[in-house]
Nanobody, 124 residues
């Protein structure tokens, strides 16, 4: 069965850091696009970053550029999101998802499997 399990969220003060993990099972990470998305309270889900391949990723949000970094370990079937210099506006549920390809605009429709999400809360 396809599963995506996120972990690493929590409560952190502004300026702090968190590292999120997404462990995939039921499929080979190498064969699919996989990325991070987030949904803040009262807002629509948006793309954060997406791996088109092991060596090529697409970043969607100017607001996190230079603060967030995506990485992966294919041998462990795991994707990571390192988040530094966190801001209250980063507060959201963060999801990982897989699909056939990464959308150029960060839209969700290309993804066909989602994790349950992990909550990141950044306090002032």
């Amino acid at each position: 069965q396809v599963q995506l399990v996120e972990s690493g969220g929590g409560l952190v003060p502004a300026g702090g850091s968190l590292r999120l993990s997404c462990v995939a099972s039921g499929f080979t990470l190498d064969n699919y696009a996989i990325g991070w998305f987030r949904q803040a309270p009262g807002k629509k889900r948006e793309g954060v970053s997406c791996f088109r391949s092991s060596d090529d990723s697409l970043d969607y949000l100017d607001s996190v550029k230079g603060r967030f970094a995506i990485s992966r370990d294919n041998a462990k079937n795991t994707m990571y999101l390192q988040m530094n210099s966190l801001k209250p506006e980063d507060t959201a549920v963060y999801y990982c998802a897989k699909g056939g390809y990464c959308s150029g605009s960060g839209s969700l429709g290309e993804m066909d499997a989602w994790g349950k999400g992990t909550l990141v809360t950044v306090s002032s």
